[in-house]
């Protein structure tokens, strides 16, 4: 059975071609004169063709030599090609991916990290808790490969596999008024102190909140929702907030209240360097499309 040329059959046909001479291609090959010469001689067994016109002065391509030759250089660099994605792809998979995410929506990036430890081979994934702030910082200096992160997205990442998270209900301290209604409506915070991050630009969940509000908000440093239960929970000021945190957080010294305020809703995504594009990236959007997916 004719398994056809060895990548060392056709290497050595291709450095003969371009040196036009066996010793010098022997040289940049580091192998003997006679084992070149051999593998040219299996080479044109096997094709049936001759690739070489020789002389005791010279080595010419044949006509045939000249039509293959194109073809010998493709395959060789397909093979390096080749070669190069792979080492490449068994270093990632043998190296953490490291993610930050913001607290908010932690259970969500540890189904992400599920989702890869079930790979096979399986991919390690660090889990970064990071807020806003931190986890543009993390991006920058590139300590992370990737963050779940909101809007707004820092400025000159690439971002994708969005998801939208509804604001439906108000924090309020436990022993608040509001604490005990049913319901709440937009227009029962007139002269309330509503908490909202200090940067709020056009288009955020904040800024049309706060342009819903009929009195002005509290402006403060909201890096971190969950913790800025805090704030809710000392009396400074009432927390509009999504589900999922009313899901996932339970504190004794704060109240969730359904809000009425049409379900604006807060933008999440994956967030990356695009110039740091890796395969460990590519895995990332892959799992967070695999969790939506599943989710939807």
């Given at each position: 059975?004719?398994?056809?040329?060895?990548?060392?059959?056709?290497?050595?046909?291709?450095?003969?071609?371009?040196?036009?001479?066996?010793?010098?291609?022997?040289?940049?090959?580091?192998?003997?004169?006679?084992?070149?010469?051999?593998?040219?001689?299996?080479?044109?067994?096997?094709?049936?063709?001759?690739?070489?016109?020789?002389?005791s002065r010279e080595v010419r391509l044949s006509d045939a030599g000249k039509a293959l030759l194109p073809h010998a250089?493709?395959?060789?660099?397909?093979?390096?090609?080749?070669?190069?994605?792979?080492?490449?792809?068994?270093?990632?998979?043998?190296?953490?991916?490291?993610?930050?995410?913001?607290?908010?929506?932690?259970?969500?990036?540890?189904?992400?990290?599920?989702?890869?430890?079930?790979?096979?081979?399986?991919?390690?994934?660090?889990?970064?808790?990071?807020?806003?702030?931190?986890?543009?910082?993390?991006?920058?200096?590139?300590?992370?490969?990737?963050?779940?992160?909101?809007?707004?997205?820092?400025?000159?990442?690439?971002?994708?596999?969005?998801?939208h998270l509804p604001i439906t209900h108000l924090a309020v301290p436990a022993r608040h008024p509001m604490a005990t209604?049913?319901?709440?409506?937009?227009?029962?915070?007139?002269?309330?102190?509503?908490?909202?991050?200090?940067?709020?630009?056009?288009?955020?969940?904040?800024?049309?909140?706060?342009?819903?509000?009929?009195?002005?908000?509290?402006?403060?440093?909201?890096?971190?929702?969950?913790?800025?239960?805090?704030?809710?929970?000392?009396?400074?000021?009432?927390?509009?907030?999504?589900?999922?945190?009313?899901?996932?957080?339970?504190?004794?010294?704060?109240?969730?209240?359904?809000?009425?305020?049409?379900?604006?809703?807060?933008?999440?995504?994956?967030?990356?360097?695009?110039?740091?594009?890796?395969?460990?990236?590519?895995?990332?959007?892959?799992?967070?499309?695999?969790?939506?997916?599943?989710?939807?």
């Amino acid at each position: 059975m004719n398994d056809g040329p060895s990548h060392r059959e056709i290497a050595c046909f291709v450095s003969v071609a371009r040196h036009l001479s066996f010793s010098q291609a022997a040289g940049y090959l580091g192998m003997s004169q006679p084992a070149v010469s051999q593998a040219i001689a299996r080479l044109e067994r096997s094709l049936g063709l001759r690739l070489f016109e020789r002389t005791s002065r010279e080595v010419r391509l044949s006509d045939a030599g000249k039509a293959l030759l194109p073809h010998a250089e493709a395959l060789l660099d397909s093979m390096a090609a080749f070669s190069a994605e792979a080492a490449r792809l068994a270093e990632t998979v043998g190296r953490p991916i490291t993610l930050a995410y913001c607290p908010l929506v932690g259970v969500f990036a540890a189904q992400v990290a599920r989702v890869l430890a079930g790979r096979t081979p399986a991919v390690q994934v660090e889990l970064r808790r990071a807020g806003w702030s931190t986890a543009t910082a993390d991006l920058t200096q590139g300590v992370v490969s990737a963050a779940l992160m909101a809007t707004p997205f820092p400025a000159g990442y690439a971002t994708t596999a969005r998801f939208h998270l509804p604001i439906t209900h108000l924090a309020v301290p436990a022993r608040h008024p509001m604490a005990t209604a049913v319901r709440v409506g937009v227009t029962q915070l007139t002269d309330r102190q509503v908490l909202m991050p200090r940067a709020r630009p056009p288009g955020s969940v904040w800024h049309l909140l706060a342009t819903r509000l009929r009195s002005r908000p509290v402006s403060v440093d909201i890096d971190d929702i969950p913790a800025a239960l805090d704030l809710v929970a000392a009396g400074m000021g009432l927390l509009p907030v999504p589900r999922l945190l009313v899901e996932t957080v339970r504190r004794p010294d704060v109240r969730f209240v359904p809000l009425d305020a049409g379900q604006p809703r807060m933008v999440y995504g994956l967030v990356w360097a695009s110039e740091r594009a890796s395969a460990e990236v590519m895995m990332l959007i892959q799992a967070v499309r695999e969790v939506l997916r599943a989710q939807s």
